[in-house]
Every structure is written in structure tokens, then in C-alpha cells.
């Protein structure tokens, strides 16, 4: 799995709920960049059904090792985490986070039972949030003086890339590009103020 190639990811949140012989499962999915992203979603999923049965998480992130990761959450080892993941590695989507939250109805759904309702829950909340295909991208900045700040304005607003600006002693563009558009970007921005450009990765 390489870092450059263009990935699956979902478009936005999505949640879905059905029930199950009386209990209620809830799918939450969205997207997240960072380690640190999918744990806050946890988090924010418990904090806002503290009372549930469970609150089943699993995440895939683009991070450098690659990480996935599930808990089962005091269901029956192999019966929830392992499923849930399992719906995101077959649809081969990255940069997400699920969490199902079940609400026991009385009833006892066995290993099968409760693994097939917690990658339905993942799997109908996907469809509900969309996916979309993404560039990976990365982040560097560009230091120069005000003389050269137009010029680097310029060629960033024309090759449509993201950037923000911070004007003090000098100008500071923080910029965000394809990662396969990165080091021609560089170049050109070198060129275009004579190396005075200070790029920093």
C-alpha cells in the first residue's frame, strides 16, 4: 500500500440503526486523518451513548506505520471489533472510523449472530456517509520577504493548491499539495524567487 497512490476514503459522517431480535444497533462512521482523530470519534460516540450495551470501534488511518485497530468491548471475543474491521478492509477504505453502539434487547444473539449485525452496522453506515476517492497529500512551508510574497501568492493561487498566510516580519504560506505534485511545486517556487524561497517539509 503505498502512501502516493490516490485511496478509497468516506465522504463525510454517516449513521445508520436497525434492531435485531430487540436490540438496537447504531452505525457511526466518519472520516479521520490521524490516530488522534479516530480516538477523539470514540470518545465523542461513548460520551454521547454512555448508557449503551456497547460501544464497538475500529479504525483504519494512512498513518506512517499504517494503522488498524478494533476492540470487541465486552462482547465475545471475534464477534464485533474483528467483523467491524473486517466491512472497512473489504471495502478497502482508509482514513476511517466506526463505532457501533448496541443497546441490548434481551436476547442473545450468538457469535454468528452479533457478528453479522455489527458489519451490517458498519456497512449500512458507509453506504449512509458515501465514499470518494483522495489524493494523498502533504504539507510544507514557504518563508520570504514581502518582495517576493506576490510571487508566491501567485503561483500557488494559480496552480489551485490549498494555502494559508501569515504576514509578520516576513511571509509565512503554509501549503498544502498532492504529494505528487509536491517537488515540481518546490521547484517552481525555487526558480521563480531565485532560491531566496526558504522550504521547509
Do not use: C
Request: no cysteine; glycine share 10%; net charge negative.
Amino acid at each position: 500500500m503505498s502512501q502516493r497512490e490516490p485511496y478509497r476514503t468516506v465522504a463525510g459522517r454517516g449513521e445508520a440503526r436497525f434492531e435485531v431480535r430487540g436490540s438496537e444497533f447504531l452505525g457511526h462512521v466518519a472520516p479521520a486523518r490521524t490516530v488522534e482523530a479516530a480516538e477523539e470519534f470514540v470518545a465523542e460516540i461513548r460520551g454521547e451513548y454512555p448508557d449503551a450495551t456497547h460501544n464497538v470501534p475500529a479504525y483504519r488511518v494512512r498513518a506512517d506505520p499504517f494503522r488498524e485497530w478494533a476492540s470487541d468491548d465486552g462482547e465475545p471475543s471475534g464477534s464485533a471489533g474483528d467483523p467491524a474491521l473486517n466491512v472497512l478492509q473489504q471495502e478497502e477504505i482508509e482514513n476511517v472510523v466506526a463505532v457501533v453502539t448496541r443497546y441490548y434487547g434481551g436476547t442473545n444473539l450468538g457469535v454468528g449472530g452479533l457478528a453479522r449485525s455489527y458489519s451490517r452496522a458498519v456497512k449500512d453506515g458507509l453506504d449512509a456517509a458515501g465514499t470518494t476517492t483522495e489524493r494523498p497529500h502533504e504539507t510544507f512551508s514557504v518563508v520570504v520577504d514581502y518582495d517576493d510574497s506576490g510571487t508566491v501568492r501567485g503561483i500557488l493561487e494559480s496552480e489551485g493548491v490549498e494555502f494559508d498566510a501569515d504576514y509578520t516580519e516576513r511571509v509565512a504560506f503554509d501549503v498544502r499539495v498532492p504529494v505528487d505534485e509536491g517537488n515540481a511545486l518546490r521547484d517552481r517556487l525555487r526558480s521563480a524567487t531565485s532560491g531566496r524561497a526558504e522550504i521547509d517539509r
